[in-house]
Every structure is written in C-alpha cells, then in structure tokens.
C-alpha cells in the first residue's frame, strides 16, 4: 500500500494547456469576486451542497443520532474531498482542482450555519419530520460546551475556507509554468 502511494506521488501530471489552464484561472477569480461580493450569504453552488447535507444526515443516520447529525457536514465536506483525492491519484489537474476548491468552498457555507448556532435565524431544511427539525450546530456546539464561541469558531472555518480556495488557485496558477516547461501545449 505504502508503495502505490509513493508511486502516484512520483507519477507526473496529465497534460493540461495553457489556455485551459487560463481558463480555469478566469474562473475561479469570477467565483472568489462573487463569492466575496456575497459577504457570507447563499452561493448558487449551496444549492448543492444542501441537498448533500441532508443525504449525510440520512445516510449517516444508520449509525446512531450522533453520527445522523454530524452526518450532513461530514458527507458535505466528504464528497468534494474524496473526487480530489481520486482526480489526485489520476494526476488529472483540472478535476483534482475544481473538487479541492469546492471543498473548501463548503467551508464558507458551514461557516454561516455555524455562525447561525445561537441566533437561529436561517431556515432550516429537513428531509424528515419539520416538527423535529433542529439546528445542527445549536445542537453540536451546545453538546461541546461551545455554544458561546458560534461565531468565532465559524470566523476560523471561514478563513481556512478562503485560505484554502486561494491556495487551490495559486498552486493551479503555479501549473502554467510547468505548463510550458515540462508538458507539450496542445
């Protein structure tokens, strides 16, 4: 096992061009500029990683109500980071990329439901019983002892959110030099 990790550690990157390279640069720097622009509020791209949230709870939920309700962030955040780590294995760049980047995108939707823990104020969507419906992490950081803390916790998930997006558009920008170096453009 060791030694297929150390192999795709050494196996180059498929061939990506310069122009798909710029492509995908172009947009990622429209979805931070708009990301941004929405200072913490609802992304399109949340439209999906709601319907996975609540397929974690239901999922997960066959393992007990603690899992069940962990469950919708950690398959929100499970399904972006094993497609990277599968596109990763391949050495595909674009989709290795686009799946890292959403990964921690989710981060800044997790961050505004974190922050919500004490307020209570966005709408909650459930696949079960709306008489049941609670607020996962009003639950999660109560049970911790952290409930008091909602909003600093969700400040740190968010920078690490943008900290990580950036850095996937960083190391995608680093590509263009090995674009020309070691790969032929096609």
């Known amino acids: 096992m060791l030694e297929y990790l150390q192999s795709i550690l050494e196996e180059p990157w498929k061939p990506v061009s310069r122009a798909v390279v ?6 990622y720097a429209g979805f931070l500029a708009y990301a941004f622009a ?7 791209i949340d439209s999906a990683n709601l319907v996975v949230h609540e397929g974690g709870h239901n999922l997960f939920g066959w393992f007990g109500a603690t899992l069940g309700l962990w469950g919708g962030t950690l398959l929100q955040w499970l399904v972006p980071f094993l ?8 050495r595909q760049t674009s989709g290795f990329v686009f799946c890292l980047f959403f990964f921690f995108e989710n981060w800044l939707y997790t961050a505004t439901y974190m922050a919500d823990a004490r307020a209570q104020e966005l709408p909650l969507v459930t696949t079960g019983d709306p008489d049941f419906v609670e607020h996962d992490f009003h639950v999660i950081f109560s049970s911790l002892g952290v409930l008091d803390y909602d909003t600093k916790i969700a400040a740190v998930v968010r920078i690490l959110g943008w900290c990580g997006m950036l850095a996937c558009v960083a190391w995608l ?5 090995s674009v020309g170096s070691e790969v032929k453009v096609r």
Do not use: I, N, P
């Open 38 to 44: 929405a200072h913490g509020g609802f992304l399109f």
């Open 173 to 177: 920008a680093s590509r263009l030099r």
């Open 83 to 90: 497609l990277a780590a599968y596109f990763y294995s391949q």
């Open 22 to 27: 710029m492509a995908w640069l172009v947009f």
